[in-house]
C-alpha cells in the first residue's frame, strides 16, 4: 500500500529555519519526482518546488529560490525540504505529493502545519 | 511567473452537470501543460482526480472528466452528487516549473 508520512507540526520563530521529511512506502522510490506544495491558511495551493528522486536534480519556485532545498535519501526511501529565514507569511500546511514524470500526479501526504510566530 | 485562472465558485444542482476551466496568462493550454486537477475538501489533503489532461485514476469517479476546449483545460462533473462539494484545483506545467490556478468552490444545491 503506497503512503507518504510527513513530519509533524512545527512551531518555529521568525528567521529561523524547519525541515520537513515526507517518508515514502509502497513506492519504486527513484521512480518519482517528489514536489513540495504548500497552503497559507485560507489560501490555495502554491507549488514550491520538486526534486527527482533518482538523479536529485531540483527545481525550484522562482519566488522560493535561495530559501528552500529539497533533499532526498534513498536508503530510507524519505524526501525533506528545508526552508530558512521564515517569516510570518511562510506559515502554511505544506504537502509532499508524488509524481511519476510526464505530468503524472499521484498521492499525497496528509501535510505538515508549519506556524512562524514570534 | 505565468498566472493560471478559475473561475473562483459555481454552484450545480444534484445530478447537473458543470464544466471548469483553467486558463493560462501565457497563451492556450495544450497537451504540453500536462494539466493536472485536484480535489480538496476542507480540512484534507488535495487528492489528484485527473493527470495528463484527460487520465483518470482509478479512484477517480467516472463522472469526472478533463480536456482541452478552446485554448483551456477543463474539467466537467456530470451527474453531480453531494460528496462532490469541495474546491478543485488545476496546474500547469511550464518547462521546469508547475503553477496552480487559484482554485474554484463548488457548492452543490
Known amino acids: 500500500q503506497v503512503q507518504l508520512v510527513q513530519s509533524g507540526t512545527e512551531v518555529k520563530q521568525p528567521g529561523a529555519s524547519v525541515k520537513v521529511s515526507c517518508k515514502a512506502s509502497?513506492?519504486?522510490?527513484?521512480?518519482?519526482?517528489m514536489h513540495w506544495v504548500r497552503q497559507a491558511p485560507g489560501q490555495g495551493l502554491q507549488w514550491m518546488g520538486c526534486?527527482?528522486?533518482?538523479?536529485?536534480?531540483?527545481f525550484y519556485a522562482q519566488s522560493l529560490q535561495g530559501r528552500v532545498t529539497m533533499t532526498r535519501d534513498t536508503s530510507i526511501t524519505t524526501g525533506y525540504m528545508d526552508l530558512s529565514s521564515l517569516m510570518s507569511d511562510d506559515t502554511a500546511v505544506y504537502y509532499c505529493?508524488?509524481?511519476?514524470?510526464?505530468?503524472?500526479?499521484?498521492?499525497w501526504g496528509r501535510g505538515t502545519l508549519i506556524t512562524v510566530s514570534s | 511567473q505565468a498566472v493560471v485562472t478559475q473561475e473562483p465558485s459555481v454552484t450545480v444542482s444534484p445530478g447537473g452537470t458543470v464544466t471548469l476551466t483553467c486558463a493560462s496568462s501565457?497563451?492556450?493550454?495544450?497537451?504540453?501543460?500536462?494539466s493536472n486537477w485536484f480535489q480538496q475538501k476542507p480540512g484534507q489533503a488535495p487528492r489528484t482526480l485527473i493527470y495528463?489532461?484527460?487520465n483518470r485514476h482509478s479512484w477517480t469517479p467516472a463522472r469526472f472528466s478533463g480536456s482541452l476546449l478552446g485554448g483551456k483545460a477543463t474539467l466537467t462533473l456530470s451527474d453531480v452528487q453531494p460528496e462532490d462539494e469541495a474546491e478543485y484545483f488545476c496546474?500547469?506545467?511550464?518547462?521546469?516549473?508547475?503553477?496552480f490556478g487559484g482554485g474554484a468552490k463548488v457548492t452543490v444545491l
Open positions: 496546474l500547469l506545467h511550464y518547462g521546469n516549473a508547475w503553477v
Open positions: 501565457t497563451g492556450a493550454v495544450t497537451s504540453t501543460s500536462y
Open positions: 495528463q489532461t484527460t
Open positions: 509502497g513506492y519504486t522510490f527513484t521512480a518519482y519526482h
Open positions: 526534486i527527482n528522486l533518482n538523479s536529485g536534480d531540483t
Open positions: 505529493a508524488m509524481e511519476v514524470g510526464g505530468g503524472q500526479w499521484l498521492d
